[in-house]
């Protein structure tokens, strides 16, 4: 069972595009089966995706019921929080970003992509660790469709679906083993899990470091279009949760 709070909280609903809180989004959204809640604070479970949501404007309870869900000195990644933190919380990591959405793109299926399972988690750990293209876990594979392409029986390249906000579909672990970049295989991949999202009625988009000029120059190429700039950051929750119900945010 999911963990629970105290208070009654209001309807958990982004007043914002749904873009510019992507996991809360996600979350109480087309994603709402994987969401663990404690009040207005949400999060996938740790083994499928790393990132909690708080609501838009969070106040100092959001961030008690933050503390309890993520656990005393937990780090918890924010995806698209831009405010303060309280007092008493560490940023223990931030990162400036881009977020590009469909503007034209040739999506299109690919004959050599196949899709990847459960079975296949194993390479595709492998491949992520060799690659870094972000936060992939064992059962992030769940969160929707991932493709790849293979060579010699090899899982060589990748791509799927992460966050899923209503009408939209986030294109991630985007990665090319280095032995064969270079081959144009993660544009098909691009564009082959796009089209998948395309026929679902729905629109792709996708995040990037903003210093991270190549894949941007190689995203807007293919027709995405940017549409914000975004931080991905964590912050540290304190050791004592009971200290972090007396202090404010700044």
Known sequence: MSPTSPRTPPPLRPRAHPLDNPALGSLSGPHAHFAERRGRVLRYPVDVSPWLALPDEPDAADWADLAALAGPGAEAPLAGFTGPVPDGWEVTFSLEGVQLVDDGIA????????????????????????????????????????????????????????????????????????????????????????????????????????????????????????????????????????????????
Do not use: K, Q
Request: some cysteine; overall charge neutral.
């Open 107 to 250: 999506a299109a299926p690919d004959a050599e992509a196949v899709r990847l399972g459960p079975a296949d988690v194993p390479e595709m750990l492998d491949l992520v660790e060799r690659t870094r293209p972000g936060p992939f876990l064992p059962r992030t594979v769940d969160l929707g469709t991932y493709l790849g392409i293979r060579r010699n029986g090899a899982l060589i390249a990748m791509a799927g679906e992460r966050l899923h906000p209503p009408g939209w579909t986030e294109i991630s672990a985007v990665c090319t083993d280095p032995g064969f970049r270079g081959e144009g295989l993660a544009t098909r991949l691009i564009l082959a899990v796009a089209h998948g999202i395309r026929e679902r009625g729905e629109t792709p988009f996708l995040h990037t470091a903003a210093d991270n000029t190549n894949a941007i120059r190689l995203y807007e190429s293919l027709g995405f279009r940017l549409r914000r700039t975004t931080r991905f950051m964590a912050a540290r929750v304190p050791e004592h949760l009971e200290d972090v119900r007396v202090v404010g945010v700044r």
